[in-house]
């Protein structure tokens, strides 16, 4: 079985990125594996959605096992009262098979409401990783305002959407109410039979509305709707899912997205 993940180049400068969607939009914790099957860079996938997550249940562990649900963003709760440094995090992940590091989120969104206080120290943490970007799978967003803590720390929130009329109208209203911070990019979901005129379409509409919105938006890229990449992307690796349309656009998206928050020093 031939491993996804590059080597681990050396490197100083890390980045967070939040991935995060809308109400009827979902699709985030798929692409986040995705993304970080083929970051080009050394990777940490964090599960941040204060609804709960199921990555845990999703995902083998690298021992062909199950993920532990119980370590992860609950425990390093538990341990970080006091203050959270980043070299704490890596003592809660676990490895999925293929070698990727996950931090798994909470199970349920009964257990956020006791974690109100940790968005904005997890964030600051999430973007002084040392050695490693991060991927914030932050789910959908509007239910905890407290996240916002930890998208201000971001360097750059990527927001996905589909190509049809309900779910563009929530984004269109997603960027109107963000804060100023970060840069933000838009993420096409898209069936691979209008793939490209799915995100030329969505690309036309917030570029027409960016007077309205009063939010630049960096760019606007897609991600294959793939159903059977998403399967194997849950435990069957291999060469199959390596030529997956899934992995195929997440590696070229991965790329946009690294050179996006890593871009090179000007020529002197």
């Not at 980045?15 to 692409?31: N, S, Y």
């Not at 964090?46 to 709960?52: K, V, Y």
């Not at 998403?230 to 997956?244: F, H, K, M, P």
Request: charged fraction near 20%; glycine fraction near 12%; aromatic fraction near 4%.
């Amino acid at each position: 079985m031939r491993s996804l993940w590059p080597s681990c180049p050396e490197r100083g400068d890390v980045a967070l990125i939040v991935l995060a969607a809308d109400k009827g939009a979902p699709g985030v914790t798929t692409a986040a594996t995705a993304l970080g099957a083929v970051w080009p860079r050394p990777v940490l996938v964090a599960e941040c959605d204060p609804a709960g997550g199921d990555l845990a249940y999703r995902l083998p562990a690298a021992d062909g096992g199950m993920l532990n649900p119980g370590r992860g963003l609950l425990t390093l709760g538990a341990t970080a009262r006091r203050g959270l440094a980043p070299e704490q995090i890596h003592e809660h992940t676990q490895k999925i098979v293929g070698g990727l590091d996950v931090l798994a989120g909470l199970t349920h969104g009964e257990q956020a409401a006791g974690l109100t206080w940790m968005w904005g120290p997890l964030g600051r943490a999430l973007a002084a990783m040392p050695h490693a970007d991060v991927l914030a799978d932050c789910g959908r967003l509007g239910g905890h305002p407290q996240l916002n803590d930890l998208i201000a720390e971001a360097e750059l929130v990527v927001l996905f959407t589909r190509a049809s009329l309900d779910h563009v109208a929530h984004l269109r209203e997603r960027l109107a109410i963000m804060q100023k911070g970060p840069q933000v990019g838009v993420v096409v979901i898209a069936d691979s039979r209008q793939y490209r005129s799915s995100v030329d379409e969505v690309r036309r509409i917030v570029a027409a509305t960016h007077t309205t919105t009063n939010r630049e938006v960096s760019f606007v890229a897609g991600l294959a709707y793939d159903p059977k990449g998403a399967e194997l992307l849950g435990g069957q690796w291999g060469g199959r899912l390596d030529r997956s349309l899934l992995i195929r656009t997440a590696r070229e998206l991965a790329g946009r997205l690294a050179d996006s928050v890593h871009a090179p020093e000007p020529a002197r």
